[in-house]
């Protein structure tokens, strides 16, 4: 039996916006610390990991590790039919083929419940190690989507260049080349516009601007994006998820061969 | 030319 229940239901329907443009089938693992995905995408390029901590949940109950296979366009559907101040409760039992949200409004006026079928899907784990970046960059996220949406008018690619000065992203492409510098900046008195860059060595990356622009459709989760950043290894992009947990985006980067 | 990587090329498949 599985029953969990988040007063914030908003943050479910933006999480799922967020995914279902990348992922289309994802297993949902549910267990007793909390609730959470890992998927690629079909070209096995990026990589979404979701974490929301049994603790954010007002009502947690997972008698025994469930694994909910869900269409996530289907499952965006079915949220979107909730309002952004409802409570949804996600129900299951452990045999059942369906998964159950139930919206409730904020002063119990409304109750509504969707059923939706489970599906089985054979997904591809991958392990993931604690690794130490040599740049990390926080910065507002409204400011790296728009960012990444400017670039992608003029170029297919980023190079993200972090450097003592700042972090450059540049890009290039027939009808010219574009350069993007944001230096570090604490703001103080409104620590959600900051820009702060932790550098160990300068490292600069090359991407795809598509999956970039993809991971920004979670901005709406948090005022502020972390990417950090190392020579060679995938480019992990996370939004905070209110205070339980986290969407993570890992991108392998392009290599000059 | 660049070439796009795939993510089991650094991380292993549990």
Same mark, same amino acid.
């Given at each position: 039996m599985l029953e969990l229940r988040l007063v914030q239901g908003g943050l479910l329907k933006k999480v799922l916006e967020s995914l279902k443009d990348l992922v289309n089938d994802a297993n949902f693992d549910c267990s007793a610390s909390g609730f959470s995905l890992q998927a690629m995408d079909s070209s096995h390029v990026a990589l979404v990991a979701l974490l929301l =901590?049994?603790? &954010?949940?007002?009502?947690? =109950?997972?008698? *025994?590790?469930?694994?909910? &296979?869900?269409? !996530?366009?289907?499952?965006?559907?079915? !949220?979107?039919?909730?309002?952004?101040?409802? +409570?949804?409760?996600?129900?299951?039992?452990?045999?059942?083929d369906s998964v159950t949200f139930m919206f409730e409004s904020p002063n119990q006026d409304k109750i509504a419940d969707f059923e939706m079928k489970l599906m089985d899907i054979d997904s591809e784990h991958l392990g993931i190690p604690e690794a130490e970046f040599q740049a990390?960059? =926080?910065?507002? %996220?409204?400011?790296?989507a728009r960012i990444c949406k400017d670039l992608s008018t003029i &170029?297919?690619?980023?190079? +993200? %260049?972090?450097?003592?000065? &700042?972090?450059?992203f540049s890009t290039r492409g027939d009808i010219g080349t574009a350069n993007i510098v944001c230096r570090q900046n604490p703001s103080i008195d409104k620590p959600e516009e900051a820009t702060i860059i932790e550098m160990e060595e300068p490292v600069s990356l090359t991407f795809a601007l598509r999956y970039m622009n993809s991971f920004t459709k979670a901005t709406p989760l948090a005022n502020q994006v972390t990417i950090s950043l190392?020579?060679?290894?995938? @480019?992990? @992009?996370?939004y905070r @998820?209110?205070?339980?947990?986290?969407? *993570?985006?890992y991108l392998a980067p392009k290599i000059e061969e | 030319d660049i070439f796009q990587r795939v993510l089991v090329e650094y991380f292993d498949s549990k």
């Open positions: =901590r049994s603790e &954010g949940f007002e009502h947690y =109950r997972c008698d *025994r590790n469930l694994s909910l &296979g869900m269409n !996530l366009n289907n499952m965006a559907k079915m !949220l979107k039919c909730a309002a952004n101040d409802d +409570i949804v409760t996600i129900k299951a039992d452990d045999a059942s990390i960059v =926080r910065m507002p %996220s409204a400011e790296f &170029g297919d690619t980023v190079v +993200i %260049s972090v450097t003592k000065e &700042g972090v450059k190392s020579a060679d290894l995938p @480019v992990v @992009v996370e @998820v209110a205070e339980m947990g986290y969407i *993570r985006f | -």
